[in-house]
Nanobody, 123 residues
Framework: QVQIVESGGGLVQAGDSLRLSCVFS????????MGWFRQAPGKEYEFVAA????????YFADSAKGRFTISRDNAKNTVYLQMNSLKPEDTAVYYC????????????????WGQGTQVTVSS
């Protein structure tokens, strides 16, 4: 079955950069749109970014535009979230998810999820 494993989280200072990775296994990676979500303490899941199966198209939440980029390497079954100019409000558990197509921003629309990786941004 499909498994998703995120890595790359950590504790950084405001203004720093961090790159999250997500490794997919157990299915045909290029068939899936891959998305990143996050959940801050006491808050709902928030869509961050997504990338099409081919990697040719990306989609970002307003909070991520201009600071985050998403990319994928289908040969490595891996998707990345490059986060620059991090802010304390970016502190959250970041989740990687696989979905059927680009443009989906709801948790319920994604089929498979990783366990999450913690990102903490200190001021």
């Amino acid at each position: 079955q499909v498994q998703i494993v995120e890595s790359g989280g950590g504790l950084v200072q405001a203004g720093d950069s961090l790159r999250l990775s997500c490794v997919f296994s157990g299915g045909t990676f290029s068939n899936y749109c891959m998305g990143w979500f996050r959940q801050a303490p006491g808050k709902e899941y928030e869509f961050v970014a997504a990338i099409s199966g081919s990697g040719s198209t990306t989609y970002f939440a307003d909070s991520a535009k201009g600071r985050f980029t998403i990319s994928r390497d289908n040969a490595k079954n891996t998707v990345y979230l490059q986060m620059n100019s991090l802010k304390p409000e970016d502190t959250a558990v970041y989740y990687c998810a696989a979905g059927p197509r680009l443009g989906l921003t709801l948790v319920s629309q994604y089929d498979y999820w990783g366990q999450g990786t913690q990102v903490t941004v200190s001021s």
